[in-house]
């Protein structure tokens, strides 16, 4: 089960952006922090989110070229703001009616735009409105529109689902499901019962029968026993031992985060010059996990993205690994977008109960060694990326000059090789930094970049000075006679 949601997710953060690209449409919003639910079977679910609305505190301040990780408690952009702000674009999930408990005498909130329930994390809890992604020209469009009770029934089933949109239902049952799999231990999962039965079976059950009440039940039924344990410590303690999110998670976590702040700003990101230094085009998640084994990215590297777009890489190394994480971007409308995300991504892993590690941006030029600290992180960087595909000669030919200072065993991962492949040291060629870098070639397979779905080639290059030694002997030798 685990694995279809991680794929699933994965391809949606791999659709996140292409040069040409589509790319989910929602609009970013001010957090409300909502934390206690109460029980359904007492009031009803407006009445519950009236009473679990909570103060939000203050959120953190990002300076207009760096921005950092701090130690301030940030807000969450939560899942109902977002829909909220396009709500246009959604229409009521639960349109079936209560058809399981004939004896019930809830109303039943069948068609109610404003439908909606929190979900118990192990850190903080989020507000969910349980509607569904429609397309902008499906047949109706506003249920607003309609007054009569079967007229919006009719309108919310005639409306075709928008799979590209972000999904609050779909967000809500992952993230349960990342709880319930990455949190608890077996026994602590037997209290929510698996796919065929108890809690984790009536999630899906009355999701899929369309069914509010059970739905809404089955979540709260899920906040109690989450609620239990974290009041036991056991959340914290089983956070402490996973250390960092699996790929799986990190995955879902950095989904929600673009979800709630680069999709609403997606069309912004197309404003790349064409054939540029700046074309746009990302490394997918599936790649950047090769990445991390390939160069045993660990806590205690320090990484750093020449030309980081929106941030994507450095903040799936950052979850991964824990490790000191950079990223450089000249255009300012991706490097807003990354640090709009450092600071989602911040709340987001406290609500996870992961550690954020310590995660820079900046606004600039990699090229700019004068006037960017940058430079100084470059020269203790253990694991660079390059994503120079669409670099041109005189970009690639300056950045392999400031390998040069790099340290010994440094690893450049690049996208066109630095080094040609008919470089030989000798005694002309000796001093180019084309010789200290022994180059190793790997194939890529499909869906690995946002550019093309076919495979290509990546380079890992590592600064390794051993070969020079015999021509600086020589030097020496010489400079003696
Ligand atoms: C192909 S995108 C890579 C994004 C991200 N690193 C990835 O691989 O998913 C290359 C990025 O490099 C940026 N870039 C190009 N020249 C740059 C420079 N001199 N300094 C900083 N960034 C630069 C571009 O604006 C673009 O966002």
């Known amino acids: ?222 906040n109690r026993v989450i609620r239990d344990l974290k009041a036991k410590g056991e959340l914290s303690k089983n956070a402490k031992a996973m250390r960092h999110p699996s790929y799986d998670l990190a995955c879902h976590i950095l989904y929600q985060v673009y979800s709630r702040t680069v999709a609403p700003q997606a069309d912004a990101l197309n404003n790349y010059q064409a054939f540029s230094n700046n074309v746009y085009g990302e490394i997918n998640p599936i790649l950047v996990k090769e990445f991390i084994s390939k160069t045993k990215l660990n806590s205690h590297s320090v990484f750093m993205d020449m030309g980081c777009g929106i941030g994507n890489v450095v903040l799936q190394v950052a979850a991964q690994t824990g490790c000191e994480a950079y990223g450089i971007e000249i255009m300012e409308v991706p490097c807003k977008c990354a640090k709009r995300q450092l600071k989602e991504y911040a709340a987001r892993m406290k609500a996870w109960r992961l550690p954020t590690g310590k995660i820079h941006f900046r606004h600039g030029d990699f090229l700019d060694v004068g006037s960017s600290d940058m430079y100084q992180t470059l020269k203790r960087a253990t694991v660079l990326l390059v994503n120079n595909y669409a670099f041109d000669w005189e970009t690639n030919h300056s950045l392999a000059q400031l390998f040069l200072d790099l340290n010994e065993g440094t690893k450049i991962i690049s996208l066109k090789s630095f080094v040609p492949k008919t470089h030989k040291i000798n005694q002309r060629t000796f001093h180019m930094p084309e010789s200290i870098l022994r180059v190793e070639e790997f194939e890529y397979f499909s869906e690995a970049v946002s550019w093309t779905n076919n495979g290509g080639t990546y380079y890992i290059a590592t600064v390794d000075r051993s070969r020079l030694k015999p021509f600086y002997e020589g030097m020496y030798r010489s400079s003696q006679r």
Request: one cysteine or more; hydrophobic letters at 25%.
């Open 1 to 222: 089960m685990n694995t279809a949601i991680a794929c699933t997710e994965e391809k949606h953060l791999s659709k996140r952006m292409d040069t040409n690209g589509k790319a989910a449409t929602t609009t970013t919003a001010i957090k409300r922090r909502l934390s206690k639910s109460n029980d359904l079977t007492t009031t009803t679910p407006e009445k519950r989110l009236r009473e679990d609305n909570n103060k939000s505190n203050g959120s953190k301040k990002v300076s207009s070229t760096v921005a950092t990780v701090t130690k301030q408690k940030p807000k969450m952009i939560t899942s109902d703001r977002i829909v909220r702000a396009s709500q246009s674009r959604y229409r009521p999930y639960f349109v079936a009616e209560n058809s399981e408990n004939s004896n019930d005498s809830r109303a039943s909130p069948v068609g109610d735009p404003n439908l909606q329930t929190i979900l118990e994390y192990p850190g903080d809890n989020e507000n969910f409105l349980l509607l569904r992604p429609v397309l902008k020209n499906s047949s109706s469009t506003s249920n607003n529109s309609s007054n009569s009770h079967n007229h919006k029934t009719l309108q919310a089933v005639d409306d075709v689902e928008d799979k590209d949109e972000y999904n609050p239902i779909t967000d809500l049952i992952r993230s349960a499901y990342f709880i319930y799999e990455c949190y608890l231990t077996p026994e602590q999962q037997d209290l929510l019962g698996d796919d065929s039965h108890g809690i984790m079976r009536n999630l899906n059950k009355h999701r899929n029968r369309r069914n509010a009440n059970g739905f809404i039940e089955a979540v709260h039924d899920f």
